[in-house]
């Protein structure tokens, strides 16, 4: 049975909370860290982990990503878990969350962004290389169209071929084999893992602009539970929420996801925010970009009245003020609107179909 818990200010009903996670290692250590920062917070409420789903993309390793085809790979089978009461709530990746969540689920929190760039990870007889100075016909592994379709039109010289796995195993592929001269991955992950030693190069805006939501960690939870939601919702970093919601909304407003190449860059300075969104052709020859900028400093007001929460593409944030969650969200549409009237339509489709066909 669950140990009883002495009902504090943000208890829960005398019972252990559970947190739900993935198999692979670095779910692993992304929900320890979560679990870590709610147990300072909550000293008498008992958190237990529960593991040990594997979802569809963990499973399924022989196809690209983008080929599988299903919205929400890595989260699935998570939700379910949180939809029968099994879990209270799961940690993401928020990256791997789509921009519509199933009815019933919010993220209820958005932690501290770590260094959202992608990073290069070199074979080690390319150690102290930069992409630019590696041999003609090299071949770089990614299993991200994005990644591939920005890389291709700087760095032309370069092959770029498909490697999926975890981390572990990309970096053994890499390590062990001479398929690949070097991988490209995200830093957050490296980071987290302990292995920032490997990043060779780490790719700013200017080479390659970053996924949505990378490097932020999300803590899904079951919407109307609101007593783990306003548990988790201490972990909120304003400035990430607000980055992230405007990301989401550009994502969103272009119907993008997995299957086609949309990157983006934010930045949150003195009370601005500024977006810079772009779509990309498979090969990257075809490309439109814009940045757009808002205002988001608004002071926090106390919103007395039935405030029936109110999401923000899918992020439920009580602690940032609703007007610069609105501002944020808006700042997305618009960047994605700007690029539609530009022909973003256009490029993402025939993208969509060529990654279908290939």
Same mark, same amino acid.
């Given at each position: ?5 002495? &009902? ?69 089978? %998570?939700?379910?878990? %949180? ?10 990746? @928020? ?23 992608? /990073?290069?990870?070199?074979?080690? !007889? ?21 990644? /591939?379709?920005?890389? $291709? ?8 071929? +498909? ?7 990309? @970096? !053994? !592929? %890499? ?8 991988? *490209? ?16 190069? %780490?790719?700013?805006? =200017? ?27 201490? @972990? ?11 990301? &989401?909304?550009?994502? $969103? ?54 405030? +029936? ?5 899918? *992020? ?7 007007? /610069?969650?609105? /501002? ?5 549409? =618009? ?24």
């Amino acid at each position: 049975a669950d140990p009883l818990l002495p &009902r504090g200010e943000n208890g829960v009903d005398g019972r252990a909370v559970r947190v739900g996670t993935r198999r692979s290692q670095l779910a692993r250590i992304q929900t320890d860290s979560v679990v870590m920062m709610l147990r300072e917070l909550y000293p008498d409420l008992h958190f237990e982990i529960a593991v040990a789903m594997s979802t569809t993309g963990d499973k399924i390793l022989d196809t690209a990503l983008s080929k599988i085809g299903e919205k929400s790979l890595f989260t699935k089978e %998570l939700e379910n878990a %949180l939809e029968r009461n099994e879990v209270d709530l799961v940690v993401h990746s @928020l990256k791997d969350l789509p921009t519509s969540l199933p009815p019933g689920f919010t993220i209820g929190a958005v932690c501290k962004r770590e260094n959202p760039l992608d /990073a290069v990870v070199f074979h080690p !007889k390319n150690c102290g290389k930069s992409l630019s100075l590696l041999p003609e016909n090299s071949v770089i592994g990614t299993s991200s169209l994005r990644r /591939a379709a920005q890389l $291709k039109k700087k760095f032309p010289h370069l092959e770029f071929r +498909d490697i999926r796995g975890n981390l572990n195993t990309r @970096l !053994k !592929k %890499l390590d062990e084999k001479e398929d690949f001269s070097a991988i *490209i991955l995200a830093a957050a992950g490296l980071k987290r893992m302990g292995w920032e030693n490997r990043i060779g190069q %780490l790719l700013g805006p =200017e080479d390659c602009l970053y996924a949505v939501g990378q490097g932020a960690l999300a803590v899904e939870v079951r919407a109307k539970d609101q007593e783990i939601l306003n548990m988790v919702s201490a @972990l909120h970093d304003a400035d990430t929420v607000l980055c992230c919601i405007a990301e &989401r909304a550009f994502m $969103k407003r272009l119907e993008g996801g997995c299957s086609v190449p949309v990157a983006v860059s934010t930045l949150l300075k003195d009370g601005q925010l500024y977006l810079t969104g772009a779509v990309y052709s498979l090969d990257g020859s075809d490309s439109l970009k814009e940045t757009m900028q808002t205002s988001v400093s608004y002071p926090h007001q106390n919103e007395d009245g039935p405030n +029936d929460d109110v999401q923000h593409v899918g *992020i439920t944030a009580k602690n940032v003020p609703g007007p /610069a969650q609105e /501002a944020a969200e808006n700042l997305g549409v =618009e960047v994605a609107s700007l690029l539609l009237s530009k022909g973003a339509k256009q490029i993402l489709s025939v993208a969509r179909q060529l990654n279908d066909a290939r």
